[in-house]
Antibody, heavy 121, light 107 residues
Framework: EVQLLESGGGLVQPGGSLRLSCAAS????????MSWVRQAPGKGLEWVST????????YYADSVKGRFTISRDNSKNTLYLQMNNLRAEDTALYYC??????????????WGQGTLVTVSS | AIRMTQSPSSFSASTGDRVTITCRAS??????LAWYQQKPGIAPNLLIY???TLQSGVPSRFSGSGSGTDFNLTINCLQSEDFATYYC?????????FGQGTKVEIK
């Protein structure tokens, strides 16, 4: 059974940093791209970033480019999102999601339950 | 970025109804379209991909159609567990983009 468990969310001041983690199990982690998708309170879904199965290719939404870094440790079956220079508009529930392809940029067939990031002073 | 527009944004329906949600892309995306269902407090769930292919485990009352710029999600014989918000997503080009969502409420 595929399981994705996010952690690392919390309350942070504007300009601060946070690192999210997503522990994966139930599938061959290194074979699949992984993504982060966020959802602001009461709003819709917004794609944030994708990383290929090998980690060699990464993609970012314009809204986070230069501030967020996606990475993965295939030996630990874990996905990360390093978030720097956080803004109030980054407040959201952050989901990690599995892509059924190695390269990414596809549909998302499994999702975690999300971790909440709140940016406020 | 390709803009995805869903209609309606919300509507009310009764169990047993047949309902259709529309998603329009701002440019052609072939059949690179997915539909997700999201219930309150729960992560999205993939229903349909490639515009019309049912994800494993999804009830057959759900169906998808369309290609190019215009797509539909149809639910035949609406069940109580189907009251939720539905999102379309294009994966034809980067960045992948979602529609704004369609909330299906109980009449």
């Amino acid at each position: 059974e595929v399981q994705l468990l996010e952690s690392g969310g919390g309350l942070v001041q504007p300009g601060g940093s946070l690192r999210l983690s997503c522990a994966a199990s139930g599938f061959t982690f290194s074979s699949y791209a992984m993504s982060w998708v966020r959802q602001a309170p009461g709003k819709g879904l917004e794609w944030v970033s994708t990383i290929s199965g090998s980690g060699g290719s990464t993609y970012y939404a314009d809204s986070v480019k230069g501030r967020f870094t996606i990475s993965r440790d295939n030996s630990k079956n874990t996905l990360y999102l390093q978030m720097n220079n956080l803004r109030a508009e980054d407040t959201a529930l952050y989901y990690c999601a599995k892509d059924p392809t190695h390269g990414g940029n596809s549909k998302l067939d499994y999702w975690g339950q999300g971790t909440l990031v709140t940016v406020s002073s | 970025a390709i803009r995805m527009t869903q209609s309606p944004s919300s509507f009310s329906a009764s169990t047993g109804d047949r309902v259709t949600i529309t998603c329009r892309a701002s440019q052609g995306i072939s059949s690179y379209l997915a539909w997700y269902q999201q219930k309150p407090g729960i992560a999205p769930n993939l229903l349909i991909y490639a515009a019309s292919t049912l994800q494993s485990g999804v009830p057959s009352r759900f169906s998808g159609s369309g290609s190019g710029t215009d797509f539909n999600l149809t639910i035949n014989c609406l069940q109580s567990e189907d009251f939720a918000t539905y999102y379309c997503q294009q994966y034809y080009s980067n960045p992948p983009t979602f529609g704004q969502g369609t909330k299906v409420e109980i009449k």
